[in-house]
């Protein structure tokens, strides 16, 4: 075994249609076959949080995220840079942290090779009002679009559209302000943070955030920047300067529309956010496998 890990914690989000009822099965005879102890939590999505306090209290060598990337952030955050590793498997929709951790692999896959040739990495991240956030934050108007697009994922066509007609309500409402590391000041419709790890620009070792400002003309560019904010091709459009940040400054005439890791937060009309080089510990892989 690559890392020194003897006790292991899993939460397993069984209500994902990426994970199933048969996961906590696979999982046990995998950590069994590598003779760890090991304990298995299944709660209900309502209660993720709280199971993953329980699970970080136990202080394991390990906690093991089947989930999202939601859950994957806020097992950080219990964790710190000084908790348990944390080994954030394919269980969500778009599964960014896990496929940046261990590439495009299934679940099992990934565990195994995690206990086999894993080490530890820590990882940098962004942070802002207490929040952390591992893959990207987007601020402003796209992150009102959250509701309608979580009600699309479900299948749920009339909620999406009522959602998306109280998003369109808000939009352009007002415009962020912001400067970026102590630059001039400037305005957008909406600035998207991307971590390291996951960025495309910057390298998985770097010291800073991708920030992107956006700027959209209309309805049609919010309505795919709400729905595609980090996953599409939004970083070509004439709209769009990216740059690395260290520290951004943020505010707004009114309440500040979040997503951070994909989970909703609603900030204040003012906002720092900063690169944290130690978020969290992570059982990484070798790039070569």
Request: hydrophobic share 45%; charged share 20%.
């Amino acid at each position: 075994m690559g890392a020194n890990i003897k006790t292991v914690e899993v939460v397993a989000n069984v209500a994902s249609g990426s994970v199933g009822r048969g996961a906590p099965a696979q999982v046990e005879k995998i950590l069994s076959d590598f003779g760890l102890d090991h304990h298995v939590w299944t709660p209900e999505p309502h209660e993720l949080v709280d199971c993953l306090r329980a699970a970080v209290d136990k202080a394991p060598d390990l906690l093991v995220v089947l989930a999202g990337d939601g859950t994957a952030r806020a097992a950080a955050e219990l964790c710190g840079p000084d908790g348990p590793l944390i080994a954030p498997l394919p269980g969500g929709t778009m599964n960014m942290l896990p496929h940046a951790v261990y590439g495009l692999r299934t679940w099992p896959e990934a565990l195994s090779l995690a206990l086999e040739q894993g080490y530890e990495q820590e990882i940098g991240g962004g942070s802002v009002e207490g929040h952390s956030f591992l893959v990207a934050g987007i601020f402003g108007s796209p992150a009102l679009w959250a509701p309608a697009r979580e009600a699309a994922r479900f299948g749920k066509p009339k909620l999406a559209w009522m959602r998306a007609r109280r998003a369109l309500r808000r939009t352009f409402q007002g415009r962020l302000r912001y400067i970026l590391d102590g630059a001039e000041r400037q305005k957008a419709e909406a600035l998207v943070f991307i971590c390291p790890l996951t960025s495309r620009a910057l390298s998985s070792d770097a010291e800073a955030l991708e920030a992107a400002a956006l700027d959209v003309h209309g309805a049609a560019d919010l309505l795919r920047l709400g729905f595609h904010a980090v996953t599409g091709d939004w970083r070509a459009s004439p709209g769009v300067e990216v740059t690395p940040c260290r520290t951004a400054r943020i505010w707004a005439s009114r309440a500040i529309p979040a997503i951070l890791d994909g989970e909703s937060v609603q900030l204040k009309t003012l906002a720092e956010v900063r690169y944290t080089p130690r978020v969290a510990r992570i059982l990484a892989i070798p790039k070569d496998l």
